[in-house]
């Protein structure tokens, strides 16, 4: 049984690698009944890293759970008839395609609101329709470079690189989430379907321009656009004496606290305010780094507790599945699969009356294809 404050939702998905799939994931994950059609090769994630099974990779098989895997061949008249059946009955539609792809299919959001004049029909693009990189193909690792990602990890690092996570997919793909979940708040209001269009490249330049537009959002601009205590050499976790710890000793309570208590030579007017140490960031980094050198990972930690000043130990993404607070809040899920028992990242929000959970398990290729297409004959059959 599917529950979550979307039970009842049913989405035809037609997205590809990780920007739309994350998005209905999670819709998955809220209740929404999710029906992934694939062509005859299947998704590409599929097969992109390792798995228990061929065709079911740890990238798809997160991405993927708890939907239906419809195959369909959308080139051939039965396949779009089957399609055309799947949207009749959708609230959802949302695809990966470029636009002339799927125009050219015949399932532009005109022909699918033909059939469905209530539905959320999502775009999820590399580019927006109405600028002149609209056909340009784009995955995570463009994107981060045109958004300006490497050129700010050159600033902090003196290397350009890309982040070590597909940033600019997932950020995306929450993007489309709340873009379509807006939609069906508005539908459910007012009734009326519409177009919605996510794009990646505007997503992310939106996203990286929280903090980074800066001096550069006034007319006459007054600095570049650049948030400075991000890109400064000396951001970085701090070496201790044992290993490497984050620490935030940043507003004038947590800065004061810190000095009284550990390096009250620091007590004087260069450094007596937050808007003093912003100004010259790195060389605060830069004295913090060197004192917290002198001490172990654990004696700062209890320090900074006791301190109130916001402190962590660095992990690997590995330490997450033991993590004691991820565990105790119920973060990881155990589903049992053909494949064995898997062990999945769940939901991380909470909701006292809707609450959702992990679907269940990602779909072998075209596994729901009888089962999907038979419920559209009942259905034909009923009306």
């Known amino acids: 049984m599917r529950s979550g404050p979307l039970q009842g939702v049913r989405v035809v998905d037609l997205t590809a690698m990780v920007m739309g799939p ?6 998955a994950d809220m209740g929404a009944d999710v029906i992934k059609v694939e062509t005859p090769a299947g998704d590409n994630t599929r097969y992109i890293s390792v798995g228990p099974a061929p065709g079911m990779s740890g990238v798809f098989v997160n991405v993927n759970r708890g939907k239906r895997s419809v195959v369909l061949d959308l080139r051939s008249p039965e396949g779009k008839d089957d399609l055309r059946a ?6 959802v539609f949302i695809h990966s395609m470029r636009a002339k792809a799927i125009t050219k299919l015949g399932f532009g959001y005109d022909d699918v609101a ?17 600028g002149p990189d609209a056909d340009r193909p784009a995955y995570d690792d463009t994107i ?31 993007t489309a989430l709340y873009a379509t979940t807006m939609a069906l708040f508005h539908r459910e209001r007012t009734g009326e379907g519409q177009e919605v269009e996510v794009s990646m490249f505007e997503t992310m330049a939106s996203f990286m ?3 980074h537009a800066n001096g550069a959002m006034f007319d006459p601009p007054l600095g570049p656009a650049v948030y400075p205590r991000a890109v400064t050499p000396n951001r970085r976790p701090y070496e201790t004496k044992d290993g490497h710890i984050a620490a935030l000793i940043y507003n004038d309570k947590h800065w004061n606290a810190f000095i009284d208590r550990v390096q009250p030579a620091w007590n004087s007017p260069e450094y007596a305010s937050l808007e003093q140490r912003a100004r010259q960031i790195d ?3 830069g004295l913090v780094a060197q004192t ?36 105790a809040v119920g973060l990881f899920e155990t589903v049992d699969t053909p494949h064995g028992r898997v062990r999945m990242p769940g939901v991380p929000t909470w909701f006292s009356r809707t609450p959702g959970h992990v679907a269940g398990y990602a779909p072998e290729l075209g596994a729901d294809t009888d089962e999907v297409l038979a419920e559209l004959r009942s259905r034909e059959i009923a009306g």
């Open 144 to 174: 981060q470079a045109e958004c300006g990602l490497p050129a700010v990890q050159q600033q902090l690092t003196g290397e350009a690189s890309y982040v070590g996570t597909i940033m600019a997919d997932k950020v995306a793909g929450l």
């Open 292 to 327: 917290l050198k002198e001490r172990t990972t654990a004696e700062w930690l209890d320090l900074f507790a006791e301190l109130e000043i916001p402190a962590a130990p660095m992990l690997t993404p590995d330490a997450l599945f033991e993590n004691e607070h991820l565990n």
């Open 86 to 91: 799947l949207i009749a009955d959708a609230d």
């Open 114 to 130: 033909a059939i469905n004049p209530a539905i959320v029909y999502t775009n999820c693009y590399g580019y927006g329709r109405r």
């Open 283 to 285: 060389t605060v980094y």
């Open 209 to 211: 321009l929280v903090e």
């Open 22 to 27: 994350y998005c209905t994931q999670i819709m």
